[in-house]
């Protein structure tokens, strides 16, 4: 089946502008994380959504950043006011809950931006 | 403060041999360790993983190992194919609050010679 989609695949915006990225999960699971993964480094958690329970924001890493998810399915990762470090690659993943816990998550092929 | 660690950036190997990469974690919460693969311009691939009530999981060319006193995992892959070539991360899991978490490793990039 379909896997995980995102887009765009590339963004190149300026400075102190605002982007929105796009995530379309794996149809059936109900988790769905973001993270992102600058030039040299590892992936690094940015936040999850879990069904309909609150969502774990604690690694948003300014309050420029926030995220939602409609109807349990696609999510919308928001940057406000852009700034150069934001520049990263996205990765959202999502995964279903197996045998009592959550099994792998399944990525997508990533949004990469660049902020000049 | 990195709790996962892969402390090779990179790894190359000649075709046909073992390739091995390894990871150490910090956090005793951690009860579930996966292994992904990753080409450019694609995301993370999930490729093994294996729980911590296990020291061994086997699936075709990769094994992973782990060792919970040395808090250390290990990927094999043998024989080492040139499609094998890729950026390759570890993390590991812990459960808080019914929400899984996933912390991953810097990766290690293998070069497959062939």
């Not at chain 2, 950026?87 to 929400?99: L, P, R, T």
Request: charged share 20%; proline share 5%; glycine share 10%.
């Amino acid at each position: 089946g379909a896997g995980v989609s995102q887009s765009p695949s590339n963004k190149v915006t300026e400075k102190g502008k605002d982007v929105e990225l796009r995530c379309d999960p794996i149809s059936g699971h109900t988790a769905l994380y973001w993270y992102r993964q600058s030039l040299g480094q590892g992936l690094e958690f940015l936040i999850y959504f879990q069904g309909n329970s609150a969502p774990d924001k604690s690694g948003l890493p300014s309050d420029r950043f926030s995220a939602e998810r409609t109807g349990g399915s696609v999510s919308t990762l928001t940057i406000q006011r852009t700034q150069q470090e934001d520049s990263a690659v996205y990765l959202c993943a999502s995964s279903q809950l197996s045998s009592g816990r959550l099994g792998a998550q399944y990525f997508g092929p990533g949004t990469r931006l660049t902020v000049l | 403060d990195q709790q996962v660690k892969q402390n090779s950036p990179s790894l190359s190997v000649q075709e046909g041999r073992i390739s091995i990469l390894n990871c150490d974690y910090t956090n005793s919460m951690f009860d579930y360790f996966l292994w992904y693969k990753k080409y450019p311009a694609e995301g993370p691939t999930f490729l093994i993983s294996i729980s911590s009530i296990k020291d061994k999981n086997e699936d075709g060319r990769f094994t992973v190992f782990l060792n919970k006193s040395a808090k250390h995992l290990s990927l094999h892959i043998v024989p080492s194919q040139p499609g094998d070539s890729a950026v390759y991360f570890c993390a590991a899991s812990y459960i808080i609050q019914g929400a899984q978490k996933l912390v991953f490793g810097q990766g290690t990039r293998l070069t497959i010679n062939p």
